[in-house]
Nanobody
Framework: QVHVAESGGGLVQPGGSLRLSCAAS????????MGWYRQFAGSQREMVAS???????VYADSVKGRFTISRDNSKTSVYLQMNNLKPEDTAVYFC??????????????WGQGIQVTVTS
């Protein structure tokens, strides 16, 4: 019932920028925690940036000062601005959006993942 769509990935040179977007639709009216994760080839998925419903943010050490997470609750969307990209940022990126329903525990939905490739 909840669909999560990601966009904004692609190929970029070192030092370049990309902006990832993610929006949830369907049976969701209020969003909870949101975040971006990435998975390197042959590795497990890891957290890149997270945002709580109250606005607190957490970043992986490897992206601090370069990436910025933001959200638009009215659109049930989350964004990741990626600046000064490095080859080691190359990965598949996934977004996660929490759904809040009255009287029920928060549940989460994932995007299918989008490729980000940084190379010269």
């Amino acid at each position: 019932q909840v669909h999560v769509a990601e966009s904004g990935g692609g190929l970029v040179q070192p030092g370049g920028s990309l902006r990832l977007s993610c929006a949830a639709s369907g049976s969701i009216n209020r969003s909870g925690g949101m975040g971006w994760y990435r998975q390197f080839a042959g590795s497990q998925r890891e957290m890149v940036a997270s945002s709580t419903s109250g606005g607190a943010t957490v970043y992986a050490d490897s992206v601090k000062g370069r990436f910025t997470i933001s959200r638009d609750n009215s659109k049930t969307s989350v964004y990741l601005q990626m600046n000064n990209l490095k080859p080691e940022d190359t990965a598949v990126y996934f977004c996660k959006i929490g759904r809040i329903r009255l009287g029920r525990p928060e549940d989460y939905y994932w995007g299918q993942g989008i490729q980000v490739t940084v190379t010269s």
